[in-house]
């Protein structure tokens, strides 16, 4: 059987999409493969949200481009956001790649297995049985809306992605309960922006209406989603969240910034007053719900004191986890094209720190607070003689143990405790 391994980097819903990928190639006779190097089918899924990303991708294409001299057979796909709408200049920048697809372009997909004498089911529970190269896990990721409407000033997602189609809800249903039948315990919805879910479909279906009823298929334990948008959160999902369910208390909320000016020239459709003002709401609601949020630093004329608004930010609401990045400028932006990117590298970095930094002290006495306590645990796999899995709130726990908690709710009574994990001792028998 020809080998494939796919290649990923980037956000939540590449790992999705690469989950896909791997379903067709499942389809088609291919069998997953541990590296690079025993495939002939190279799948890499790309990420330009950064520079930084952009040019891992760059680097990676230049070693296949070796390889592919030595073993000119081995077959090399792009797919992510570095595909744009010019292929045929891709197709000149790259020409040791056979095939470039749009994100979730599977068509394009299908063809070339076609083309290869390995045809690939056309209508496939998009989802393979293990996971991507073969790795197995309880967990699966589901996208549920293409694209982005917002164009916040700074991204390139919009112009990679195109603008927002939701999946039919009847879809998602059909693909969750197949999941279930064959073992999967916990899914997660996935979208840049998971609030705009159904806006586009007939019958105005929202985010919590589907939810809802996911909830009810039975042998599901546990539902996520991200990532909400600030802007368009309701309060029908704040409350579908609040009620005891399968629905964990975990919110992705990226804020991006502390200061109102910078927000405005973001374009995010907010003032820090409405972010403070939700987040209080969520609280109240959801009192035991753990939030994370994205803040990007040296955004195109911050002051150090637009930065300190930040730092005050991050102080008062104390999130449970904080995802710093340097402001990347990329071509074809409204902020590349509007805004000189002038602060020197090394403030950004500077600034990155210093959030990071207070982040750490703050996740670590939101994690003390858990020491002692018996929390209960969806085990995801096993590394370096550890269990690991997540908490509802989406802690990260390992836990040693001669038994095979693949899969199995554990209950964990937490006895060490880090910025970025916890650690203990099942309980459950
Ligand atoms: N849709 C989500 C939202 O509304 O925030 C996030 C999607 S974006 C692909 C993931 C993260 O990358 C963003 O939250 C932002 O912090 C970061 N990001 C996007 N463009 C960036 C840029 N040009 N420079 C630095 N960070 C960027
Ligand atoms: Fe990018 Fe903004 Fe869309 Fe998120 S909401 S993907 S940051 S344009």
Request: charge should be negative; hydrophobic fraction near 35%; proline fraction near 5%.
């Given at each position: 059987?020809?080998?494939?391994?796919?290649?990923t980097i980037g956000c939540?819903m590449n790992?999705?999409e690469?989950?896909?990928?791997?379903?067709?190639?499942?389809?088609?006779?291919?069998?997953?493969?541990?590296?690079?190097?025993?495939?002939?089918?190279?799948?890499l899924n790309t990420c330009v949200v950064r520079?930084?990303a952009e040019?891992?991708v760059?680097?990676?294409?230049?070693?296949?481009?070796?390889?592919?001299?030595?073993?000119?057979?081995?077959?090399?796909?792009v797919t992510g956001c570095l595909v744009n709408s010019?292929?045929?200049?891709l197709?000149?920048?790259?020409?040791?790649?056979?095939?470039l697809f749009k994100p979730g372009?599977?068509?394009?997909?299908?063809?070339?297995?076609?083309?290869?004498?390995?045809?690939?089911?056309?209508?496939?529970?998009?989802?393979?049985?293990?996971?991507?190269?073969?790795?197995?896990?309880?967990?699966?990721?589901?996208?549920?809306?293409q694209g982005c409407?917002?164009?916040?000033?700074?991204c390139i997602v919009p112009y990679r992605r195109g603008?927002?189609?939701?999946?039919?809800?009847?879809?998602?249903?059909?693909?969750?309960?197949?999941?279930?039948?064959?073992?999967?315990?916990?899914?997660?919805?996935?979208?840049q922006?998971?609030?705009?879910?159904?806006?586009?479909?007939?019958?105005?279906?929202?985010?919590?209406?589907?939810?809802?009823?996911?909830?009810?298929?039975?042998?599901?334990?546990?539902?996520?989603?991200?990532?909400?948008?600030?802007?368009?959160?309701?309060?029908?999902?704040?409350?579908?969240?609040?009620?005891?369910?399968?629905?964990?208390?975990?919110?992705?909320?990226?804020?991006?910034?502390?200061?109102?000016?910078?927000?405005?020239?973001?374009?995010?459709?907010?003032?820090?007053?409405?972010?403070?003002?939700?987040?209080?709401?969520?609280?109240?609601?959801?009192?035991?719900?753990?939030?994370?949020?994205?803040?990007?630093?040296?955004?195109?004329?911050?002051?150090?004191?637009?930065?300190?608004?930040?730092?005050?930010?991050?102080?008062?609401?104390?999130?449970?986890?904080?995802?710093?990045?340097?402001?990347?400028?990329r071509?074809g932006?409204?902020?590349?094209?509007?805004?000189?990117?002038?602060?020197?590298?090394?403030?950004?970095?500077?600034?990155?720190?210093?959030?990071?930094?207070?982040?750490?002290?703050?996740?670590?006495?939101?994690?003390?607070?858990?020491?002692?306590?018996?929390?209960?645990?969806?085990?995801?796999?096993?590394?370096?003689?550890?269990?690991?899995?997540?908490?509802?709130?989406?802690?990260?726990?390992?836990?040693?143990?001669?038994?095979?908690?693949?899969?199995?709710?554990?209950?964990?009574?937490?006895?060490?405790?880090?910025?970025?994990?916890?650690?203990?001792?099942?309980?459950?028998?």
């Amino acid at each position: 059987m020809p080998g494939y391994f796919i290649w990923t980097i980037g956000c939540q819903m590449n790992k999705a999409e690469s989950q896909q990928i791997a379903g067709y190639l499942d389809s088609a006779g291919y069998q997953a493969v541990d590296s690079f190097s025993n495939a002939d089918v190279v799948v890499l899924n790309t990420c330009v949200v950064r520079q930084s990303a952009e040019n891992k991708v760059l680097g990676t294409l230049g070693l296949l481009k070796g390889v592919k001299n030595k073993h000119p057979d081995l077959q090399i796909l792009v797919t992510g956001c570095l595909v744009n709408s010019d292929i045929q200049e891709l197709k000149r920048r790259f020409p040791q790649v056979d095939l470039l697809f749009k994100p979730g372009d599977y068509p394009e997909l299908i063809a070339w297995s076609e083309r290869r004498g390995t045809p690939a089911e056309q209508r496939l529970l998009r989802y393979p049985p293990n996971n991507v190269n073969g790795a197995r896990s309880p967990s699966a990721l589901i996208p549920i809306i293409q694209g982005c409407d917002n164009f916040c000033s700074y991204c390139i997602v919009p112009y990679r992605r195109g603008r927002e189609v939701s999946r039919p809800r009847r879809d998602i249903v059909s693909e969750v309960e197949e999941l279930v039948r064959r073992g999967m315990k916990e899914i997660t919805l996935v979208g840049q922006n998971v609030d705009s879910y159904g806006h586009d479909l007939p019958g105005h279906l929202d985010l919590a209406d589907l939810l809802n009823e996911l909830s009810s298929i039975d042998d599901l334990a546990r539902i996520r989603f991200l990532t909400n948008h600030p802007k368009d959160i309701s309060l029908k999902l704040i409350d579908s969240v609040a009620s005891p369910n399968k629905i964990c208390e975990h919110l992705e909320l990226p804020v991006q910034a502390g200061d109102d000016d910078i927000l405005r020239a973001m374009r995010r459709g907010y003032n820090l007053e409405q972010y403070r003002e939700l987040v209080h709401t969520i609280r109240r609601n959801i009192p035991q719900v753990s939030l994370s949020t994205d803040i990007i630093v040296g955004f195109p004329g911050e002051t150090e004191e637009q930065f300190a608004h930040s730092l005050a930010l991050v102080k008062d609401i104390k999130f449970d986890v904080v995802h710093v990045a340097a402001y990347s400028p990329r071509p074809g932006t409204i902020a590349w094209r509007e805004y000189q990117d002038n602060i020197p590298a090394e403030v950004k970095k500077e600034r990155l720190h210093v959030i990071e930094d207070l982040q750490a002290a703050i996740a670590t006495e939101i994690n003390s607070q858990l020491q002692g306590k018996e929390i209960e645990v969806l085990v995801e796999g096993s590394k370096g003689g550890k269990w690991f899995g997540r908490t509802r709130s989406n802690k990260l726990v390992f836990f040693e143990d001669a038994g095979d908690w693949l899969g199995q709710l554990a209950r964990v009574k937490i006895e060490r405790t880090s910025p970025w994990s916890l650690g203990g001792e099942v309980k459950n028998n």
